[in-house]
């Protein structure tokens, strides 16, 4: 896995899900990463037709935002950030093994306090999910 990408992130295998941050400015951030066939869900969702859950689509962007803001210095190095709210979730198609996500990530607000961003997920050229969610932030105590 990427150091640089551990020290951006508190999250560590089997629950990191940024490979790559490929752009980070104030409004949009850009990551990527790959859905191996040994990802931990596969063996339960669903072995015979193994598809990457929704839940983990939406921590994947989630993921993304945050490690763009910490890369960018708006998120201090003790600074934690945690789910409050996910809304306006679609899914529009599967994701497989072996395919590579590309999120798209847009900061609607961000402070010391909270951050609302707004993402979609890619795997090529199509849309494979969108959502909006709220994050608390608070400091490791």
């Not at 969702?45 to 962007?61: A, C, D, K, R, S």
């Not at 998120?75 to 950030?81: S, Y």
């Not at 590309?102 to 909270?114: D, P, Q, T, Y």
């Not at 795997?123 to 400091?139: N, P, S």
């Amino acid at each position: 896995m990427n150091t640089e990408i551990e020290a951006l992130l508190p999250h560590r295998s089997p629950f990191l899900f940024v490979d790559e941050i490929v752009s980070a400015d104030s409004d949009t951030i850009v990551t990527r990463h790959v859905f191996t066939d040994h990802e931990f869900f596969f063996a339960g969702h669903f072995p015979q037709y193994p598809v990457v859950p929704g839940v983990i689509l939406i921590e994947t962007m989630a993921q993304s935002g945050g490690a763009g803001l910490r890369l960018r210095g708006t998120l201090g190095a003790d600074a934690l950030f945690f789910l409050a709210s996910v809304d306006k979730v679609k899914f529009r198609r599967q994701v497989r093994p072996g395919e590579e996500v590309r999120c798209e990530i847009e900061n609607l607000r961000v402070s010391g306090k909270m951050i609302k961003q707004a993402g979609k997920a890619y795997v090529g050229d199509e849309l494979a999910a969108e959502a909006e969610w709220l994050c608390l932030v608070g400091a490791r105590t």
